[in-house]
Nanobody, 125 residues
Framework: VQLVESGGGLAQAGDSLRLSCAAS????????MGWFRQAPGKEREFVAGISRGGGSIKYPDSVKGRFTISRDNAKNTVYLQMNSLKPLDTAVYYC???????????????????WGQGTQVTVSS
């Protein structure tokens, strides 16, 4: 199983970035997907989660209204659209996958089975 993130980079406050995570080696449509981030010196935190069919989605309050998770099961890819970026959004962003039933969004970091290598997002003020 391989998850490969892309789309990170440098941005200014207020800018947008779109992250992608391409999965291989799994039947993607059987997996709930999540995005997490980890800033230096901090724990990895949940950013967004989506059920295997895409019908259920959850965000923490810190990104709600600014970030949008979506998936294309035909392309084995999950996306994270990040708008109105803030310096506090600076972190390494990871996608993660877990085999899960329909309509379930997984919030807990330790519940995810597979992880990507991460992509750096840096937002300057």
């Amino acid at each position: 199983v391989q998850l490969v993130e892309s789309g990170g980079g440098l941005a200014q406050a207020g800018d947008s970035l779109r992250l992608s995570c391409a999965a291989s080696g799994v039947t993607f449509s059987n997996y709930a997907m999540g995005w997490f981030r980890q800033a230096p010196g901090k724990e990895r935190e949940f950013v967004a989660g989506i059920s295997r069919g895409g019908g259920s989605i959850k965000y923490p309050d810190s990104v709600k209204g600014r970030f949008t998770i979506s998936r294309d099961n035909a392309k084995n890819t999950v996306y994270l659209q990040m708008n109105s970026l803030k310096p506090l959004d600076t972190a390494v962003y990871y996608c993660a996958a877990v085999l899960q039933g329909a309509h379930i969004v997984v919030l807990r970091r330790d519940a995810y089975r597979y992880w990507g290598q991460g992509t750096q997002v840096t937002v300057s003020s």
